[in-house]
Structure formats: C-alpha cells, structure tokens
C-alpha cells in the first residue's frame, strides 16, 4: 500500500498532503502531523478532510495546535481514538489560493510498535470557490509512521562517597547503591 492515493477528478485540482510523510518515533512519545493544502492554482472556500488511523498503535492527544488556513470552524475539530477516525470541517469566506496551507496540526501519541498509516479517507472534500461547492479534491499523499519500543532504562547508580562522578576523588572505596 503506497501513501500516494489518485482520484478522478479533473487536472490541476486541489491536493491534501500529510507532513512529515514518515518517520520513526518511539512508544510513548508524540508527533506532530500537518495537513497541508495546495490548491493548484484555485481558489478553495470549504474542506470537509477525514482521516483514519490505526487506533490500536497511534491516539490523537487533544491539545492541537489551532493555527488554520480556516477562518471558520463549520463543526468543532473531531477525535476518535476508539475507531481512529479524525473529522475537520472549516471554510475559509472569499477563498484562499496557496500552495501549502495548514488546515490543522494533529499531535498523536505513539502507543505501542508497530507500522502506522495515516489516510485520508474518500469522504473527503476540497470545495472551489466557484458558487457550486465543486469538489476539486484530487490527490492525497498520506504518512506512513514506524513506531518502535523506547530503548530500555538500565539501572540507576548513585554513591554516597563519589557524588560527582566527573570529578577526581582520592578515596579508593566507593560505596555504590
């Protein structure tokens, strides 16, 4: 399954892309996805962009940064980490032309390993700003994210006698816990 998906819909229409496409994170961490909009050259007043994700090994953490290309929410960012599904709905009054406009950054937290496609759905919609709500949406490259266990944790070593272990001591026994 590759991350770059084609629709039918005419040329130089709108495209939505993951960024970054990839990458390693470990477990228990978080990461930053941007979806970004480019518009080919058209004017795009409206998106309605569905993603999934694979619930068992990525959970979307609700404190995502609210910077936007949308000027109007048309229903409130939603999160569905039991069936790892995410909804934005907004519109931008007048139309934006751009070539990489953030829609949303979404922070997940990696849960456990595994590999993790981010996808966009077929529900979604890009809108022309043409008075008919012509779906322009074309083309998606969607992430794909390898998600590996965090090194293990060795012991913690302490000493009463050495305290600063970058420093020289002159006593020879050392008492270590």
Do not use: C
Not at 118 to 130: N, P
């Amino acid at each position: 399954l590759g991350i770059f998906a084609a629709r039918g819909a005419p040329a130089h229409a709108a495209s939505l892309s993951l960024d970054p496409p990839g990458g390693a994170y470990v477990g228990g961490s978080t990461f930053e996805v941007s979806i970004l909009l480019n518009s080919q050259g058209k004017a795009i007043n409206a998106f309605d962009v569905q993603l999934e994700f694979p619930a068992d090994k990525l959970q979307v953490m609700p404190e995502g940064n609210g910077h936007s290309i949308a000027a109007v929410w048309t229903m409130q960012p939603q999160y569905d980490n039991q069936r790892g599904l995410v909804r934005l709905q907004g519109g931008i009054p007048g139309g934006i032309v751009t070539q990489s406009g953030l829609i949303l950054r979404i922070p997940f937290r990696v849960k456990q390993p595994g590999n993790a496609l981010v996808r966009f759905l077929d529900k979604t919609r890009v809108l022309l700003h043409d008075g008919r709500g012509t779906d322009a949406f074309e083309n998606a490259v969607n992430g794909m994210y390898s998600l590996t266990l965090p090194a293990p944790a060795g012991p913690i070593v302490v000493s009463e006698t050495h305290p600063d272990q970058t420093r020289w001591h002159a006593r020879s026994s050392v008492i270590l816990s």
